[in-house]
Nanobody, 120 residues
């Protein structure tokens, strides 16, 4: 199971960090991803990290502003969001997959979602 933390309201150009704690063992083959979804729209890829080597992947819309990282000892993945924009407002989900993918269908374990609102 995955549990996300970091519900927040932040002003434009502010920062927020989301965390996602995984219960149970995380294997080196796993990929941890972050997605976001605006009501009425599809769930979109934000970032991902390979658990084994820490390689990271980002959507173009967040590249240079967001950073995904993981703490193996805490079995937790983080999403540091800087220079936030109103268009970053969404429900953010963490997810775990068995291989790297950019679609929700590539991930089979999901957290409950956490709302992030960026005010202008």
């Amino acid at each position: 199971q995955l549990q996300a933390f970091g519900v927040g309201l932040v002003q434009a150009w502010g920062s927020l960090r989301l965390s996602c704690a995984a219960s149970g063992r995380t294997f080196s083959s796993h990929v941890m991803g972050w997605f976001r979804q605006v009501p009425g729209k599809e769930r979109l890829f934000v970032a991902a990290i390979r658990w084994s080597n820490g390689y990271t992947y980002y959507a173009d819309s967040v590249k240079g502003r967001f950073t995904v990282s993981r703490d193996k000892t805490e079995n937790t993945v983080y999403l540091q969001m800087n220079s936030m924009k109103p268009e970053d407002t969404a429900v953010y989900y963490c997810a775990r997959g068995n291989s790297l993918g950019y679609a929700p269908a590539d991930y089979n374990v999901w957290g409950q979602g956490t709302l992030v609102t960026v005010s202008s």
